[in-house]
């Protein structure tokens, strides 16, 4: 691993009231790298993506315990801004969610509120930035006063990608980004992934073994709440050091 990974978590367990949903992870992420978080359904991977960027504030009996730091910076201390932390770890959902507004109107919004536009022309300049990072300006630069709604579910998750870089992030946040779209959606956005990580740290929840393959460089396996095995993407697919992650890649469970 780095010297200076830019999220480090120790020790971190996630409990949703009584139940322990994650248990004693330990990780680091870094810079420039896709880190694909793989296993079974409701092994905990969504729910330890979501403490990295403190979404789990959001569930009332939601606690999180251990250390989670950005740059060195404990994301749980209370003096860390929560609206400034997510504006640094950007998040895009598995299903896309762009709001009831214009194409431009989605892009804009964070830049607005985080003050990040001194007129109208640099918003422009934002928005069309983003949308061309996002691989989607030459498909909507003619309309982006149509709603955002309107556009077909892998431009829509692509405009969300672009609502999530317009604010400049440091890493992006992809809970199972592809799940709802077609194969061929599904190949822009994974071209998209690989073309946006060298300026970012990626993570990306995924039940597609076959993604994580190709657009990760480091895979962690997540079963039953506990982290397994982490390691160089290849390594894990390919010569596995634990028996429960050889038994998932080979298909035995999962």
């Not at 978080?37 to 315990?65: E, H, Q, Y």
């Not at 039940?207 to 480091?218: I, K, Y």
């Amino acid at each position: 691993m780095s010297e200076t990974p830019k999220l480090t978590a120790r020790n971190v367990d996630v409990w949703y009231g009584p139940k322990k949903a994650i248990d004693n992870v330990s990780i680091d992420i870094d810079n420039g790298l896709v880190t694909a978080f793989i296993g079974p359904s409701g092994c905990g991977k969504s729910t330890f993506l979501r403490s990295l960027n403190r979404m789990n504030d959001t569930i009332a009996d939601a606690r999180v315990t251990g250390e989670i730091k950005l740059d060195g910076e404990d994301i749980y201390a209370g003096t860390m801004d929560v609206v400034a932390l997510r504006a640094r770890v950007g998040m895009v959902f598995q299903k896309p969610n762009p709001f009831p507004k214009s194409i431009f109107e989605n892009v804009a919004y964070g830049p607005r509120i985080h003050g990040l536009a001194q007129g109208k022309g640099e918003m422009d300049l934002i928005v069309e930035k983003a949308l061309i990072r996002a691989g989607l300006w030459d498909e909507v630069k003619d309309r982006l006063t149509d709603a955002g709604t309107a556009l077909s579910g892998g431009q829509q998750q692509r405009l969300c990608i672009a609502r999530a870089i317009a604010v400049s992030p440091e890493v992006i946040l992809m809970d199972e980004p592809c799940s709802a779209l077609d194969p061929i959606a599904t190949a822009k956005i994974e071209e998209l992934i690989d073309e946006l990580k060298d300026n970012y740290a990626i993570v990306i929840v995924t039940h597609s073994m076959q993604q994580a393959a190709r657009v990760s460089q480091r895979t962690a396996f997540f079963h039953l709440g506990s982290m397994v095995e982490y390691g160089e993407t290849s390594q894990v697919f390919t010569n596995p050091r634990e028996e429960r992650t050889k038994d998932y890649i080979t298909g035995r469970y999962g």
